[in-house]
């Protein structure tokens, strides 16, 4: 608050005791009558409300933006606003004027005048300054984009900038209210901060901006031994609202592969099935994750794969994976760097109970572990969760993945990548791979065999055993089929039973409705003579017939004339 008090200077030296309670009581009170005056520091689009103090509105009120009248209330009620696109943006509430959403010319002074409940008048003046913040092309890039960030704010502030990245929002660059990310990677994904510091040094205001940064994550290089079966990896830690419309795997230079594409068939993206092909792929819909296995690898398919994404905006994305086959047999569960986590481990697990997938690995100093996940070999319907890194460190992304059948960590992740596999079933054998990739490109796997307690295990160049298999080998599952079947039938029997005794029942009513034709004329010359009987006249016994009684003489008169 600035107050300005016309009076004779005094130096500090001369100035008695008493004075200097005098003076203190006197901006005291004109502190309390003026109320508080303030400098707010606003989003463009955000909420503001200011308030006017002590400033009674039963008594009056008006506010003011750079001296044009906004609204004003009379001692009577009656509310009046001004004529400017701002007034209309605007409520009061009490005393308290509320601007429903900044706009950029909103900056400026604000003044309230009113009385107190003393009928003094008091004045109250406020400062807003609206920030605007801006990213450049769009808060959603590919890789390698150069992405501008801006945090601008109106009227002659001089208050200070400072960009703050993401995770730990440390400054970045020098402060200042532009800023230049020149070819973002995955690294640079996240929440900006846009820090506003007044004069004083004090922070006023903070302003997050979200960068989603979508870029592929694979592996640089994989081994993989003749006869063997290789996961081409290719996934998106974050798709950023971005709409893929098409893409697919290709191989660079001759060859006999042929490969699935993407195809976007209304809302969904899916894999356009290839056949005879020794590239096996999901059959659902696919979201981030576009990664293929290629089977019985050969030392012909030695070279650079390419997977590639087009989206809405007609940008594309894409990655390589150098496929090296080894002619002589790798020992499985080899990792493709040279520090593989525990090499080929076996994990047995009851029918019906519950399993951990256990992956560690402590990364070497200067190592940022920036995606990975869970892979199956061969796949199944069964989704796994993969690894991404965000804002708020690197997590599981268990998006589709059945928290019934698959239990993971939710909190942030260093060293330990394991899973939990419940129920598990005779379809859950097999080779299970965890992969994790580097900021650098670089990646490290570990890969061990699920395996049934009672031995069964699915290699690598098997099927699944079928529903119907694994349904009879239940011992519970097949006592219970028995019953089912028992029941069915008795059930069958019962129902046969009771038609054949529908039809007996209706068999026997046709028959009593069937009469002998003798006995039906017999019947009908009986209802005649009834009939005949009732229609003729009964004579009463000792009744003689009575003669008519003469006719009066005044009808008779009538009649003959």
Known sequence: MSIVLNST??????????????FLWISLTLFVAMGRSEVFYRKNGQEMIMDCGAADENLGIEWKHNNARIVKLTIRGISSKGNSPLAQR????????????????????????GKDASKREITIKH?????????????????????????????????????MRP?????????????????????????????????????????????HVVGLLSSEE???????????????PDLGGMRIVEGGWKREGST???????????DDLRWNRVQGSRVKFTDGQLSTNFTVTLNNVQPSDSGLYVCTLTFESGKKLSTKVNLVVEVSKAKSGSSPIDHPSGGDQEVTAPLGGT???PCSHSPSSGQRIVGGGWTRDPPTDTRLPVLTRSEKGLRWNGTNVLESKVTFSD???????????????????GVYICTLIFEDGKNWTTMLSLVEEGGILVARDMKPPSMKDEFWHRPVLLGLALWIWVAVGAGSLLLIVLIIVCISIQCRKKQNKKIPSSYAQEYAKTQDELAAKKTKPRSRSGMQKRPLPPVPKNQYEAVNR
Not at 10 to 19: I, P, Q, V
Not at 171 to 200: H, R
Not at 412 to 427: D, Q, R
């Open 90 to 113: 605007t409520k009061l509430i009490g005393n308290k004027l509320k601007i429903f959403s900044v706009e950029i010319s909103d900056f400026g002074l604000y003044s309230c005048i």
């Open 127 to 163: 400062t807003l300054n609206v920030i605007t913040v801006s990213v450049s092309p769009s808060n959603a890039v590919l890789t390698s984009t150069d992405v501008t960030l801006k945090c601008e704010i109106s009227g002659d502030s001089k208050a200070q900038v400072q960009w």
């Open 9 to 22: 200077h005094l130096e500090s030296e001369e100035m008695s005791t008493s004075g200097r309670s005098i």
């Open 256 to 266: 006999d592969l042929h490969f699935p594409t993407l195809s976007r068939r209304s």
């Open 355 to 357: 399993t951990n997938l």
């Open 411 to 429: 909190t942030e992740l260093s060293t330990n990548f394991g899973l939990t596999l419940n129920n598990v079933e005779l379809t859950d054998a």
């Open 222 to 236: 994989i081994k993989a031994p003749v006869g063997g079966d290789v996961e081409l990896t290719c996934f998106l």
């Open 167 to 211: 995770p730990g929002s440390e400054p970045y660059g020098s402060p200042g209210n532009t800023v230049t990310l020149n070819s973002v990677t995955l690294a640079d994904a996240g929440k900006w901060t846009c820090q506003v510091k007044d004069i004083m040094g004090h922070v006023v205001q903070k302003i997050e901006e979200d960068i």
